[in-house]
């Protein structure tokens, strides 16, 4: 009986230890950061919205109490208009 039982305790163990192992990385705690600014030319705008950006990641970070974090490939678009208007993004993952 108490053999029986080891037995199938180190079967139920086994597979709990297999799914723990083979779960994917949730990608749950990434997240996605823009920001977005106006200027006189498309260069102020740019760079601004870019120095917006890196506040918003930095304060992203912290809110989630990191000290270092990854960041992707960003991305600034510029629409014209009586202002330059441009967005710049970036994902953020701890």
Do not use: D
């Not at 597979?15 to 920001?35: D, K, N, R």
């Amino acid at each position: 009986m108490i053999r029986t039982l080891l037995i199938a305790s180190a079967a139920v163990f086994a597979v709990a230890a297999y799914t723990a192992a083979t779960e994917p990385v949730q990608a749950g705690s990434c997240a996605v950061i823009s920001a977005k600014a106006r200027g006189l030319t498309e260069a102020a705008a740019t760079t601004r919205s870019q120095k917006k950006l890196n506040h918003r990641i930095n304060h992203w970070a912290h809110k989630q109490g990191l000290k270092a974090v990854r960041v992707g490939h960003g991305a600034t678009s510029c629409k014209k208009g009586a202002l330059f208007v441009c967005t710049s993004a970036a994902k953020v993952c701890p």
